[in-house]
C-alpha cells in the first residue's frame, strides 16, 4: 500500500511539474489580445493617426482616448524600490480602477515582476475588456543634473541600458538585481504583459539649465538618423540624443514582435511655447520640441506626452496672454488658454496630458488661478477640480488623460516642507502638510482612519485600547484622554458644561521643549512657569487655528533673509508673547536679473483648524475636519506637523536653533505636555486672573508620550470622495472629442 501511495506521489508531482511547464511555455497561447500583424511578422495593437491614437478592435482601427491613471511604486512605511506591494494588491487595484471607468495605468519605470505577473493574470481573466499601460523609462536624472551633458559616455549608456531593461521586462525575458536605494526594481520577469501595452514613454522631466547645457556643449552634433525614429532639420542637440534614446526603445521592442507608440516625456517648462509672463529665467529657458522627431517606418506611430499642472510654472496665474479663453462657466482660465495653446504647436500629431491633478491636503505648495493650488483641497475639492480639467483635456483634443495620481506616497517631499522633516524617516509618518504625498484617489490614510472619528462622538473612544488619560485638573474639563497613530495626536475632552464656540474659546496650549511664551493676550493674565511652542484656539468656525510661538516660528526663522519682510526682534526673543500663524511659503521673491519681473514672496496659512464630522459614511464628511463639539464632548486631531514634530515616528521635533545650511537641527523629546483652559467673556473659567496669581505649573502636567513605530506601519486603505466624482466623469466620456465637444471661447 505504502508503495502505491508512493508511486501516486510521484506521478502527482510529475504531472505537476509538467503542467506547470506547459503553462509557462503555451501561456502566451492564452492571450487572446486583437491585433493586426504586419507582412513582416509584427503586431500592433495601438497606433496614431493624424491627431488621434486609435485601437485595432473588432478588425478595424477605432479612435481611442487614453482614460488613464498613474501608478506609483510603493505603499506607507516603504520606499520605491522596496517590494511592498503585493500581487493581491495589484488585482485588486486592478479591479477598482477599471471600475472608476479608467482604461490605461502610466507608470513611470521598471516595476516589480509582480506588477507585470498581476495585469497578465488580471487580463486573462478580462480578455472582452483589458486594461492596458503606458510604460514609463526612468532616465538617470540626478547625473543628468549633476553632469549637465546629456551626450556623457556613462550618462548615454547608462540610459540606452535601462530602456533594454525595460523592454524585456515588460516581455517577461529577463532577470534584474534590484536596487532598493536607488529605486530601482528588479527580480526575475516571466509573464509577457506585451500584449497589453498601449505605448512608451521614454525619460523623465528635464531640467532646463541641463538641456541648455547639452545643446551649448554639443552644438554641431550630427543629425540623428535611426532604423525608426529621426531628428528633424533645426533640432537642437538634445532633441537628436532624444531621437536615439525613442529609436534605441524601438528597436528593442521590434525583436519581441510588437510595435507600440513611442513618446518621451515633458513637461510645461521645457514646451515648445513661449512664456512671455513667466517670471522666472530658468522656467522658459529652453524648448524641447516633439515635432523636431519623426517616427521612419514605425507603423505604430508616435506621439507626444506632457504634464500639465494649473499652478505651476507661475506665469499660469501672471501671464495675461493665457487667460483669453473662457471656460463652460464663463471664467477666464490660463489652463484651458494653455491647453489649446499646446495642442496648436503640435499639428498632425496626439497629444497627451500625461500627469494632471490637484492634492486633497492641508499643506500647499504654489498658487493657482480659479482655486486649482497645489493643495488645500478637501477629497471632495480635489474630486471636482479633478473633473474640471479632464474635462477640458479631452474638450481641447487630446488623445489622452492620465491622472496623477493612483494611491497616495507617505514617502514624497515636497520644497516647502523637507526642510522640517528627516528624509530617512518620511515614509513612516503621515504627514498632510507635504501635499505631493497626497495627489491620490486612493487614500493611505493613518491606521486610527476606520477606528476614530472626529465627530463630537466619544463611543469610539471607549472602544480604544491605546488611550491615556491626561489627569490634568482644570476648571471647564472633567477629563482629556489622548492618543494618535501615523498622522495625527488625537485628543477628546469632556466639558463641564455643553460648549459654544459663538461665545467662549478653547485653548489647549503644547509644550515640547524648554523655552517658548509663557505669557501672551491668548493667556488674559495669566503666567506660566515653562513656555508653550504651539498653541490651538477653537472658536468659531473662521477663528479656529493653529498658533506658534514667535520665537520658535520656524517659518520667519528659515525665509527672513528670503524675502520675508523684516521681523520685529522682539519676536526672536524668548517668552516675547507673540503667537504667530503657522504659514508655509508658496513662492520665493522675485527680482531682476534673477526673473523677468520683480514679485514679492508669497506664503499662506496652514494652521487653520476646520471644524468637521471625518467619518467618510456621512453625507456631510469634511477631510480636512480637525475638530467638532457635540454638547459636553470635544474631539480633535492635530497634524504631527504643526506640533513641532519633524518625525513623530521616532519623538524628533525641530529644535530651536537656526537653521544650518537651509536645514534645522532635530532634537528627540520624550513627548508633549498640554496645558487647556476656557475663556468666556474676556475671562479664564475658573481661574485667579489677578497679577498675584501663581504661575501655571506647565512642568506638573501630565506628559503624553508613546513608543516610536520605527518602520513598523499600519495604515487603512480607502477610495477618496475624489475617486468616485472622477468615476462619475470618466464613465461620461466615450472616445476623443469631436470638434463640437471642444471646451472654452
Not at 162 to 178: C, H, Q, R, S, W
Not at 661 to 680: A, D, L, Q, S
Not at 711 to 718: A, L, P, S, T
Request: aromatic letters at 12%; hydrophobic letters at 35%; zero cysteines.
Amino acid at each position: 500500500m505504502r508503495k502505491w501511495l508512493k508511486l501516486l506521489l510521484r506521478i502527482g508531482l510529475v504531472l505537476a511539474i509538467v503542467a506547470g511547464a506547459l503553462y509557462y511555455w503555451l501561456r502566451p497561447l492564452l492571450v487572446r489580445i486583437e491585433s493586426t500583424t504586419l507582412a513582416s511578422g509584427i503586431h500592433v495593437k495601438f497606433k496614431t493617426e493624424g491627431t488621434n491614437v486609435e485601437e485595432y478592435a473588432n478588425q478595424a482601427w477605432q479612435p481611442y482616448f487614453a482614460k488613464g491613471i498613474n501608478m506609483g511604486a510603493t505603499i506607507p512605511g516603504h520606499f520605491p524600490g522596496e517590494l511592498a506591494i503585493s500581487e493581491d494588491d495589484y488585482e485588486r487595484w486592478f479591479g477598482m480602477i477599471q471600475d472608476m471607468g479608467a482604461n490605461v495605468i502610466r507608470v513611470y519605470t521598471i516595476m516589480m515582476p509582480e506588477f507585470y505577473e498581476a495585469l497578465s493574470k488580471y487580463n486573462m481573466k478580462h480578455q472582452k475588456d483589458p486594461l492596458f499601460f503606458l510604460q514609463g523609462v526612468w532616465s538617470p536624472e540626478e547625473q543628468l543634473i549633476e553632469g549637465q551633458d546629456a551626450f556623457d559616455p556613462k550618462i548615454k549608456e547608462k540610459f540606452e541600458q535601462e530602456i533594454k531593461d525595460a523592454v524585456a521586462a515588460v516581455y517577461g525575458k529577463t532577470t534584474l538585481t534590484p536596487e532598493p536605494h536607488s529605486g530601482k526594481a528588479g527580480g526575475a520577469y516571466k509573464f509577457n504583459a506585451g500584449p497589453y501595452l498601449m505605448g512608451w514613454i521614454v525619460g523623465t522631466e528635464w531640467d532646463p539649465k541641463m538641456v541648455k547645457g547639452t545643446n551649448d556643449l554639443h552644438a554641431d552634433t550630427p543629425d540623428y538618423t535611426g532604423k525608426y525614429f529621426r531628428n528633424k532639420p533645426g533640432a537642437n542637440a538634445f532633441e537628436k540624443w532624444l531621437a536615439l534614446m525613442v529609436d534605441t526603445a524601438a528597436q528593442t521592442e521590434v525583436q519581441y514582435g510588437w510595435q507600440h507608440p513611442m513618446a518621451f516625456a515633458n513637461w510645461v517648462t521645457t514646451d515648445p511655447i513661449a512664456h512671455p509672463g513667466e517670471p522666472l529665467v530658468e522656467e522658459d529657458l529652453v524648448s524641447v520640441d516633439p515635432t523636431h522627431i519623426e517616427a521612419v517606418n514605425w507603423e505604430a506611430g508616435y506621439f507626444a506626452s506632457y504634464h500639465v499642472y494649473p499652478y505651476y510654472p507661475d506665469f499660469f496665474a501672471f501671464d495675461k496672454s493665457f487667460q483669453e479663453m473662457t471656460n463652460s462657466k464663463g471664467e477666464p482660465d490660463s489652463y484651458l488658454t494653455y491647453l489649446n495653446k499646446l495642442k496648436a504647436a503640435h499639428p498632425n500629431m496626439p497629444v497627451m496630458v500625461t500627469e494632471y491633478g490637484v492634492p486633497a491636503s492641508v499643506g500647499v505648495a504654489h498658487l493657482g488661478t480659479l482655486g486649482r493650488d497645489q493643495g488645500g483641497h478637501s477629497e471632495k475639492q480635489q474630486g471636482e477640480i479633478d473633473a474640471d480639467l479632464l474635462q477640458e483635456i479631452h474638450g481641447s483634443g487630446y488623445a489622452g488623460a492620465i491622472l496623477f495620481t493612483w494611491q497616495d506616497e507617505w514617502f514624497k517631499k515636497t520644497w516647502n516642507t523637507q526642510r522640517y522633516d528627516e528624509a530617512d524617516r518620511r515614509a513612516y509618518w503621515y504627514n498632510t502638510l507635504t501635499n505631493e504625498s497626497f495627489f491620490g484617489v486612493l487614500g493611505m490614510f493613518p491606521s486610527k482612519d476606520n477606528k476614530l472619528f472626529i465627530d463630537g462622538d466619544a463611543s469610539d473612544w471607549n472602544k480604544l485600547k491605546d488611550k491615556t488619560k491626561l489627569d490634568v485638573q482644570v476648571p471647564g474639563f472633567e477629563e482629556i484622554w489622548a492618543t494618535h497613530d501615523e498622522g495625527y495626536l488625537y485628543l477628546q475632552a469632556k466639558l463641564s458644561e455643553p460648549f459654544d464656540p459663538s461665545k467662549e474659546s478653547i485653548y489647549f496650549g503644547a509644550d515640547t521643549l524648554p523655552g517658548g511664551n509663557r505669557h501672551g493676550p491668548e493667556l488674559h493674565g495669566m503666567t506660566l512657569d515653562e513656555g508653550l511652542e504651539t498653541l490651538i484656539e477653537l472658536s468659531d468656525e473662521n477663528k479656529s487655528r493653529m498658533t506658534i510661538a514667535s520665537n520658535y516660528d520656524i517659518h520667519s526663522r528659515l525665509y527672513e533673509r528670503s524675502g520675508l519682510p523684516d521681523i520685529d526682534p522682539k519676536e526672536k526673543q524668548d517668552d516675547s508673547g507673540i503667537f504667530k500663524p503657522w504659514k508655509l511659503a508658496v513662492n520665493y521673491l522675485l527680482e531682476y536679473p534673477d526673473s523677468r519681473v520683480n514679485h514679492p514672496f508669497g506664503d499662506v496659512e496652514v494652521g487653520i483648524l476646520e471644524r468637521g464630522y471625518s467619518d467618510p459614511s456621512r453625507s456631510d464628511y469634511n477631510s480636512k475636519a480637525m475638530w467638532q463639539v457635540q454638547g459636553q464632548v470635544l474631539e480633535m486631531r492635530i497634524p504631527w506637523m504643526l506640533l513641532g514634530f519633524s518625525d513623530p515616528s521616532s519623538l524628533s521635533v525641530i529644535n530651536y536653533s537656526l537653521p544650518s545650511k537651509n536645514k534645522f537641527e532635530m532634537t528627540h523629546v520624550k513627548g508633549v505636555r498640554f496645558v487647556p483652559w476656557i475663556v468666556k467673556n474676556d475671562e479664564v473659567v475658573g481661574r485667579d486672573n489677578s497679577a498675584a496669581a501663581q504661575p501655571i505649573p506647565v512642568s506638573a502636567m501630565p506628559l503624553y508620550t508613546w513608543q516610536g513605530w520605527e518602520d513598523k506601519v499600519n495604515y487603512v486603505e480607502r477610495p477618496k470622495q475624489s475617486y468616485y466624482i472622477m468615476k462619475e466623469a470618466l464613465h461620461k466620456i466615450n472616445g476623443p472629442a469631436t470638434p463640437t465637444d471642444q471646451s472654452g471661447s
